[in-house]
């Protein structure tokens, strides 16, 4: 009968027990985890320009027009100032708050983000289904951040 084969145990162990230098591991994580966003962020998008949805193309269309330049937040803010002293207060914080948070995300984030827009003819999204696409970097959203 032969004996099972014998290892060092440093030898095994070395490789896992290696001191990584926190920013070089810390960096290959979020170069991975922001390789696998990227993976699910083109599959969304794929997935969605291949799907026929008309009826909510139109709707969303609508509502991101009426979203832009914070229109919808700042109807929001003159109704509240209508309303009353608090109310007319909280309509100035949230016209303040739209206002840093857009010039944040536009402004600021946009620099040092600067995403690509998706490319359309890459997802074979079908001409009636194409909008004007912004100049602007996609991230982070001026939408999102006003919203």
Not at 17 to 29: E, I, K, N, S, Y
Not at 43 to 48: D, I, K
Not at 74 to 91: D, H, K, M, Q, T
Request: proline share 9%; net charge positive.
């Amino acid at each position: 009968m032969s004996e099972p084969p014998t290892t060092d145990h440093q030898d095994v162990t070395r490789p896992l027990t290696r001191p990584v230098p926190p920013a070089d591991g810390l960096r290959r994580v979020a170069a991975a985890v922001l390789g696998d966003l990227r993976a699910v962020d083109g599959a969304l998008y794929a997935a969605v320009a291949a799907t026929p949805t008309p009826t909510l193309d139109r709707a969303l269309r609508r509502l991101s027009h009426t979203a832009d330049h914070s229109k919808i937040s700042f109807a929001i803010a003159g109704v509240l100032a209508l309303s009353g002293a608090r109310p007319r207060r909280a309509a100035l914080v949230g016209v303040g708050a739209v206002a840093v948070a857009s010039a944040s995300a536009n402004l600021l984030g946009k620099r040092l983000v600067r995403r690509a827009r998706p490319d359309r003819e890459a997802a074979r999204v079908t001409v009636d289904r194409h909008v004007p696409m912004p100049t602007s970097a996609s991230f982070p959203s001026g939408h999102t951040a006003s919203a």
